[in-house]
């Protein structure tokens, strides 16, 4: 079949138009490749073959930030109004919120919002620690900048449309060099904490049905008693998924502190299933389960049924570390007005109960540190230099893309091939070398063991309290301040 009129069909058989549309769909994409129909290729998707047609014949430019704007602009033929969208998935709402949230996540892979084959692209595995298992991603679904745009940004100094990646304004955009194009991008409207906020998909997903909600208005994230309610609110619409918020300082905070959101899915992280090291009691909310986890950052846990109580005392526990010195730890609230003590919160459901985790971060630097303090250390920085965020705390390592090539020669080394080994894995792969026999039958399984080695003890230096006699020492004097 001609291509134009395959993809035609394909519209019509999304259910964004009918049949009687077909003439129409047909020009609207000869709007965007040419009049010409031709002959299409049936081992190569639709899409990809109509984007290099309007290359060849002169409709984009051959770079990565026209060709992904055409991308979305023809798949944006194949994904409903906003409105529609909306009405949908709140009709589905009442059968059950599983059957809302499967309709919308099919459809935003479907339209090529989702990247599914990129995401298909990341290296994922996990393997046991003293933790618990905890799981391994290397990131090659992102795609690297746009050199054009990356141009660009150097000598724009315009105010900025949309202001960020975030707001709601992306919704539909067309996109251009250092804005991502958002033709096939709709989000769910809902209202959390009496305000208006947006759910939506997570086009480079980490994890299943990676979801973000984002506050309809460009603010700054914080994390107060709002927080709290605003994730319990989530949870009791969205139960099957968990919530949690990035902390909201540099540092600690990940990334996009500009603009309030959360992050969620359907995932069972490590630090889920981690359990209890130190029960605590709190005689004031009797109805809270609360204790210190086994896991190597700092994490108090809180579960009830008793959705106030549970606010409560979170926000309590919030409020004490805001404010809270230990100085034979390096903990230093404040420095005048500037704060360094934030929690980096997450909930799930346990059946009826909520399960709040509550993750104690610290910003401050030193000399010895300029990072952070509680950050991954220098001799960690070969594997993990980036920011700690919210995927990370629960057990999930975010690795940069270009370990994969770095570990080939890593394991060339260890093999005694020819290699290139970077100066900077050389000291960590010959420790190694020297520890065990690695060959060929087992080279695979030690480099993903001492990468999850790696990743916890970047989690490990990212613990305010270390698991140590000094730290449950530090553990014992926060808690009587409780």
Avoid at 13 to 36: C, H, Q, T, W
Avoid at 109 to 120: E, G, L, P, R, W
Avoid at 335 to 362: A, N
């Amino acid at each position: 079949m001609k291509l134009i009129e395959k993809f035609a069909d394909d519209v019509i058989a999304s259910g964004a138009y009918k049949p009687l549309d077909k003439i129409y769909v047909m020009n609207k994409i000869r709007g965007f490749v040419g009049d010409e129909d031709v002959d299409g290729n049936e081992d190569q998707p639709v899409v990809a073959q109509l984007v290099n047609l309007a290359v060849k014949r002169g409709k984009i430019e051959d770079g990565q930030t026209e060709r992904e704007i055409l991308n979305d602009q023809l798949y944006d033929l194949m994904t409903p109004r906003p409105s529609v969208v909306n009405e949908e998935f709140w009709e589905k709402y009442q059968q059950s919120p599983d059957t809302a949230t499967n309709w919308f996540y099919k459809l935003m892979t479907s339209n090529d919002y989702v990247k599914v084959a990129a995401i298909k692209k990341n290296i994922v595995f996990d393997r046991p620690t003293k933790y618990g298992n905890l799981e391994i991603t290397i990131n090659l679904s992102k795609p690297e900048k746009d050199p054009k745009a990356i141009a660009a940004a150097a000598h724009d100094t315009k105010k900025k449309y949309p202001q960020c990646a975030l707001c709601m304004e992306n919704e539909g955009y067309k996109g251009r060099l250092g804005q991502a194009a958002r033709s096939n991008h709709r989000v769910i409207r809902m209202m959390i904490g009496g305000h208006k906020w947006g759910f939506q998909y997570s086009p480079y997903a980490y994890f299943n049905e990676h979801c973000i909600f984002l506050d309809s208005k460009h603010e700054p994230m914080q994390i107060n008693q709002q927080t709290l309610i605003n994730l319990v609110e989530i949870e009791k619409q969205l139960p099957a998924y968990f919530v949690g918020s990035n902390a909201d300082l540099p540092i600690v905070g990940g990334s996009m502190l500009a603009h309030e959101h959360y992050q969620g899915g359907r995932h069972s992280f490590p630090m889920m299933k981690a359990e209890i090291k130190k029960p605590l009691h709190f005689d004031e909310y009797p109805d809270v389960e609360a204790g210190i986890v086994n896991w190597p950052m700092s994490d108090i846990r809180l579960t009830s049924a008793n959705t106030t109580e549970l606010i409560n005392l979170g926000s309590h526990i919030i409020d004490v570390w805001d404010h809270y010195d230990d100085e034979s730890l390096s903990l230093k609230a404040f420095d005048g007005d500037t704060r360094h003590h934030t929690v980096t919160p997450i909930m799930h459901r346990d059946g009826k109960k909520f399960v709040l985790d509550l993750v104690l971060r610290d910003n401050n630097t030193s000399d010895k540190y300029p990072l952070g303090i509680f950050h991954p250390h220098e001799k960690l920085w070969h594997i993990k230099k980036e920011n700690i965020g919210l995927i990370e705390v629960m057990g999930r390592a975010i690795l940069p893309a270009r370990l994969k090539d770095e570990l080939a020669e890593v394991k060339k080394f260890w093999l005694g091939e020819a290699n290139n080994i970077a100066d900077s894995h050389f000291p960590w792969a010959k420790k190694i070398a020297e520890k065990m026999e690695i060959n060929a039958d087992n080279v695979d399984e030690i480099m993903e063991q001492e990468l999850a080695n790696v990743f916890a003890n970047v989690l490990e230096n990212a613990g305010v309290f270390k698991d140590d006699e000094a730290g449950n020492a530090g553990w014992d004097r926060f808690i009587a301040q409780l």
